[in-house]
């Protein structure tokens, strides 16, 4: 079972991306009303004024062949995404940088996302890929195709691999109403119920703006946000007991 996640909206502001005060930040990452794309060095600059901390954050992105991790990895990023599937060899990384707003202060956090991608038949023949990919990880993303109903069932294999790490989230990819669906909703809400993840559904047509991404991101920016609200939390608590216990 995963920790209880936080409810959405209660950490970031869920629409920021929409108001007036975010365009000086939003506007680092976009060029031409376009996603810009960051090498592993490179970072959004901002004007000496302006002071943003920038919190980073390694995300591995797991699921079977074919349910469309390097397309969700290209769609968060603002890349084109591939029209033809190919199996992804060895581990491909991308950066994506995505601005927050803190609810409780106001404050206003770059979050430096590498998101990590290793083709599931790779993993499975290099026994040295899946510790490089688990070391010092901080979240995971499950993937699933609302169109291949083995994937669904394979999520408690998926997540058996990753026991240790505290924030999972599960995404559906291929969501679309007026597709053919091999995963009902019953189902669906079963999951979430059973293993206490919420499941987040991504499909349709890819957008110029930052719509189709902004609730993913910003969702997964809240679960890190507050995992290490609680780890810093438990981090003094421990460090009061020692000083008692001193005393």
């Given at each position: 079972?995963?920790?209880?996640?936080?409810?959405?909206?209660?950490?970031?502001?869920?629409?920021?991306?929409?108001?007036?005060?975010?365009?000086?930040?939003?506007?680092?990452?976009?060029?031409?009303?376009?996603?810009?794309?960051f090498?592993l060095?490179?970072?959004?600059?901002m004007?000496?004024?302006?002071?943003?901390?920038?919190?980073?954050?390694?995300?591995?992105?797991?699921?079977?062949?074919?349910?469309?991790?390097?397309?969700?990895?290209?769609?968060?990023a603002?890349?084109?995404?591939?029209?033809?599937?190919?199996?992804t060899?060895?581990?491909?990384?991308?950066?994506?940088y995505?601005p927050?707003?803190l609810?409780?202060?106001?404050?206003?956090?770059?979050?430096?996302l590498?998101?990590?991608?290793?083709?599931?038949?790779?993993?499975?023949r290099?026994?040295?890929?899946?510790?490089?990919?688990?070391?010092?990880?901080?979240?995971v993303?499950?993937?699933f195709s609302?169109?291949?109903?083995?994937?669904?069932?394979?999520?408690?294999?998926?997540i058996?691999?990753?026991?240790?790490t505290?924030?999972?989230?599960?995404?559906g990819?291929?969501?679309d109403?007026?597709?053919?669906?091999?995963?009902?909703?019953?189902?669906?809400?079963?999951?979430q119920?059973?293993?206490?993840l919420?499941?987040?559904?991504?499909g349709?047509?890819?957008?110029?703006?930052?719509?189709?991404?902004?609730?993913?991101?910003?969702?997964l920016?809240?679960?890190?946000?507050?995992?290490?609200?609680?780890?810093?939390?438990?981090a003094?608590?421990?460090s009061?007991?020692?000083?008692?216990?001193?005393?």
């Amino acid at each position: 079972m995963a920790q209880d996640a936080p409810s959405s909206g209660s950490i970031v502001v869920a629409d920021w991306h929409q108001c007036k005060d975010s365009k000086e930040y939003f506007s680092k990452i976009l060029h031409k009303k376009r996603r810009k794309n960051f090498g592993l060095l490179e970072s959004p600059v901002m004007p000496p004024h302006v002071a943003v901390d920038t919190v980073h954050y390694k995300i591995f992105i797991s699921g079977k062949s074919g349910v469309g991790k390097t397309a969700l990895t290209a769609r968060l990023a603002g890349l084109n995404i591939p029209n033809l599937h190919y199996e992804t060899t060895g581990i491909e990384t991308t950066v994506v940088y995505w601005p927050v707003k803190l609810r409780e202060n106001g404050r206003v956090l770059f979050f430096r996302l590498q998101l990590w991608d290793c083709g599931e038949n790779t993993l499975r023949r290099f026994d040295h890929l899946l510790p490089a990919c688990k070391e010092q990880v901080d979240a995971v993303l499950f993937l699933f195709s609302f169109t291949d109903r083995t994937s669904f069932d394979d999520l408690s294999n998926q997540i058996a691999k990753w026991t240790g790490t505290s924030v999972k989230l599960v995404v559906g990819t291929k969501f679309d109403l007026f597709m053919h669906c091999d995963v009902p909703e019953r189902d669906v809400r079963d999951f979430q119920e059973t293993w206490n993840l919420r499941v987040l559904r991504v499909g349709g047509e890819v957008s110029d703006g930052l719509g189709d991404v902004a609730p993913l991101l910003n969702c997964l920016a809240e679960n890190l946000w507050h995992q290490d609200c609680v780890t810093a939390g438990s981090a003094n608590r421990r460090s009061q007991q020692d000083t008692g216990t001193l005393l």
